[in-house]
């Protein structure tokens, strides 16, 4: 398994939010290179990058997210917050993302999402935002009134580069994860499944290994130092 560092945008800023709420911002990097930098020194090689205000329709980082992954060719980025037309998941493709993230129309829309998937097979990867067990949308502000099963069935024949599944109930507040919650998705999804929200200690990333899982997004724990970031990339950097 995988670690992620996040790189949450708000405002040309690099944040790290309670629960995605604007109101609960905890931690704030002026310039989100610094901590693009903070991490490589450490080992990591991945990282995933949204677009916060994007995702709410407050505005965009479109330019900082171009200036991440130029400053680290051969990388590894997954881009997303606020993806929702095709144009823009070939911009960022072609920008350098290595896979982009999408969520909302995904949800909402499966004939476009079955569309964006064949255009760029491999390299979408799907938001399955989770509070309790309803799916949520559009930066985390709107129930679905869907399950995640079913979600989870939906788009299982597609080409998808995988799931990222994010715990919105446990991000943040570095209580542990869901674990339960990402088994099942392992269990139902025949995609490549990346958990987030919640981690907290190496044990949560081993548990999470063990159930299967094939990355972990981590944040508020290695902004604050909860996490020895060098401890959890020479375990789990690659």
């Given at each position: 398994?995988r670690a992620?560092?996040?790189?949450?945008?708000?405002?040309g800023?690099?944040?790290?939010l309670?629960?995605g709420?604007y109101?609960?911002?905890r931690v704030r990097?002026?310039?989100?290179l610094?901590?693009?930098?903070?991490?490589r020194a450490h080992?990591?090689?991945s990282?995933?990058v949204?677009?916060?205000?994007?995702a709410?329709g407050?505005?965009t980082n479109?330019?900082?997210?171009?200036?991440?992954?130029?400053?680290?060719?051969?990388?590894?980025f997954?881009?997303?917050?606020g993806?929702?037309?095709?144009?823009?998941?070939?911009t960022?493709?072609?920008?350098g993302?290595?896979?982009?993230?999408?969520?909302?129309?995904?949800?909402e829309?499966?004939a476009?999402?079955?569309?964006?998937?064949s255009?760029?097979?491999?390299?979408?990867l799907?938001?399955?935002d989770?509070k309790?067990?309803?799916?949520?949308?559009?930066?985390?502000?709107?129930g679905?009134?869907?399950?995640?099963?079913?979600?989870?069935?939906?788009?299982?024949?597609?080409?998808?580069a995988?799931?990222?599944?994010t715990?919105?109930?446990?991000?943040?507040?570095m209580?542990?994860?869901?674990?339960?919650?990402m088994?099942?998705v392992?269990d139902?999804?025949?995609?490549?499944?990346?958990?987030?929200g919640?981690?907290?200690?190496?044990?949560?990333?081993?548990a999470?290994d063990?159930a299967g899982?094939?990355?972990?997004?981590i944040g508020m724990a290695?902004?604050?130092?909860?996490l020895?970031?060098?401890a959890?990339?020479?375990e789990?950097?690659?």
């Amino acid at each position: 398994m995988r670690a992620i560092p996040a790189i949450d945008l708000r405002e040309g800023a690099c944040v790290q939010l309670v629960g995605g709420s604007y109101a609960e911002e905890r931690v704030r990097v002026k310039d989100p290179l610094e901590a693009l930098a903070r991490w490589r020194a450490h080992g990591f090689t991945s990282f995933h990058v949204v677009d916060l205000d994007a995702a709410l329709g407050r505005g965009t980082n479109a330019s900082v997210i171009a200036r991440l992954v130029a400053a680290a060719p051969g990388l590894v980025f997954s881009v997303g917050g606020g993806v929702r037309d095709s144009e823009r998941v070939a911009t960022l493709i072609e920008g350098g993302a290595s896979t982009v993230v999408v969520g909302t129309r995904a949800v909402e829309d499966l004939a476009w999402l079955e569309d964006v998937a064949s255009r760029f097979p491999g390299r979408v990867l799907v938001a399955a935002d989770v509070k309790g067990r309803e799916v949520v949308t559009r930066g985390w502000t709107e129930g679905s009134g869907q399950d995640i099963a079913p979600v989870l069935a939906m788009f299982a024949r597609l080409p998808l580069a995988g799931l990222l599944v994010t715990a919105v109930h446990k991000e943040g507040r570095m209580g542990g994860v869901d674990l339960a919650l990402m088994r099942e998705v392992v269990d139902a999804s025949p995609h490549p499944v990346v958990a987030s929200g919640g981690v907290t200690t190496l044990e949560d990333l081993r548990a999470l290994d063990a159930a299967g899982v094939q990355g972990a997004v981590i944040g508020m724990a290695l902004y604050t130092g909860r996490l020895d970031a060098s401890a959890v990339a020479r375990e789990f950097a690659e």
